[in-house]
């Protein structure tokens, strides 16, 4: 493993043009196959909105930005159902430069990101992404993940898929899957 790399906190001097370009390399790949991931095109207004509604984790190596994911607590109010269920939090914005990847460095940020959510209370950590991203849910799924819904959301040309992840105690995906 390498040991340059540190995971922290996203702090007030963090550029948000930076972690917009960081997002937007990330998120290049899959833009190119035809989907329309909100990261992969989102201006830095948004950025800052995501970011400022959850705990972002950035990865920096020699004090480079390479990666980051934003832990967000479940609410009432989600449109995603399960992540209306109690002890679900979920996450986004979740990118490594492509030069960067297939390196440990988003297993690495995911190990953090689970640990967090655990100190937070999560039983459950949750995502969603493109239903024809196979490749991304194989890798959720090895980590554990498991299908749980679908979601179609209005600002994207693709149905996504509903995934998560048993942290510990009460496991809400055995009382009700959403659809």
Known sequence: MDERIVIR???PSDSIPEI???LHAAYAALAAQGFRYVASHQDDDVTRRRLDRG???LVEREGRLIATVTLFPGSPEAFVPWYRQPGV???GQFGVLPSEQGKGIGTRLMDELEARARAAGATQLALDTAEGASHLIAWYERRGHRFVGYVDWPVTNYRSVVLSKPLAG???A???ATG
């Open 20 to 22: 917009t370009a960081l």
């Open 174 to 176: 055995s009382e009700k």
């Open 55 to 57: 705990a972002p984790l």
């Open 89 to 91: 939090y979920y996450f």
């Open 170 to 172: 009460r496991d809400p």
């Open 9 to 11: 906190d996203r702090r």
